[in-house]
């Protein structure tokens, strides 16, 4: 006998990537940021600890919003922060999806999207992206005129590849929400500041946003939603009362406001990864030009998963993924590896692994 409602007993649950608990990996496999975050932020620390932690946190985040819409130039009503852009996500299904309502969003991608409908009772259609990760336009947009939310990552997991803001509009649904998932949006070559939120469908937009990959915060687990503040507001009264805690605010407030720590970072791992795109397609790699801080890459011969596990052995962690059901390959489904960008030192490791194995 079960107790849990059946769209629960129904699924898998998402399953993060790996944490090994012991020392000496080269971890480059869950898109964290191999740089330290703003001193500010130990600073901002610092001081919550010798506070009043008996008292709960500011249940508005006043602070935190007002730092956010200072950077993106719009008032604080327009934002909601929360534990990650992965709970401002679950918001948003909680909000906007009843039982049989369709969500759709590109795939291969995030698998969580899917996971958050299923659990929602409602519906989902994967838009199968072409083997070069293009939009099959039509199709897509005829599904996205059915839907009652589309949610689009720019740029995209696993494959880093970035879609233009043209294509992004054309697919807003004419009823329902288009949900811009910006998690690695830092770290493109010309960074989203919310123009989208301006758009003349800019009422129909969320932009979600992360503090875990840029600025070097996922510990922390703190990210926000950008939207008008007629969305906002009905979201937040789907969030929990003290949805972030003290740490949380104070450390990204002053990760927000020290943005020249932040691009010097996001710089350093852009030189890093091309470096790290040419050195994989000198060993025979196929590698998607990424505007994350990871890379896709596949290999026409050596098995993704001996890959995979070879670097494993010698304390290097990627992330091998499969994607089943993928419309464009004669096998029914595609595999690569997504590499985090780390450190030089850390790339160069996995570069002498990897010829050592190819």
Known sequence: MSFFRPN???IHGY???????????????????????SPRVLEALERVIRDRLNLYPDPLSTKFREAV?????????????????????????????????????PYPSYILYETLVDLQGGRHERLQLKPDWSWDMPTAQAAAAKAKMVILPNPNSPTGNRWSDKDIESLVPPRGLLVLDEAYGDFADQPHKGELLKSSRGKQIVVTRSLSKSYSLA???????????????????????????????AGGTAAIE????????????????????????QLGFNVVPSQANFVWTTHATIPHKQLYERL???????????????????????SGLRITVGTDPEIDQLLAALKEIV
Not at 25 to 35: M, R
Not at 312 to 334: C, D, Q, W
Request: neutral net charge; glycine residues 6%.
């Open 8 to 10: 629960v007993d129904a």
């Open 69 to 105: 819409g200072k950077l993106f130039q719009v008032d604080p009503d327009w934002v909601l922060p929360a534990n990650g852009s992965d709970e401002n996500l679950t918001i948003l299904m909680r909000c906007f999806i009843n039982a049989d309502d369709l969500v759709v969003y």
């Open 312 to 334: 494993k052995e010698r304390k290097i962690l990627v992330r091998f993924m499969v994607f089943p059901n993928y419309a464009h390959s004669p096998t029914g489904e595609v």
């Open 15 to 37: 399953v993060p990537g790996e944490q090994p608990q012991d020392t000496g990996w080269v971890k480059l496999n869950t898109n964290e940021n191999p740089y330290p975050p």
């Open 219 to 249: 510990g922390l687990r703190v990210g926000f939603a950008l939207a008008h503040p007629d969305l906002i507001s009905g979201m937040r009264k789907m969030k929990d009362s003290y949805n972030c805690d003290k740490l949380s605010l």
């Open 258 to 281: 020290d943005q020249e720590w932040m691009l010097s970072n996001t710089a350093k791992i852009r030189a890093t990864r091309g470096r790290l795109s040419a050195a994989l397609q």
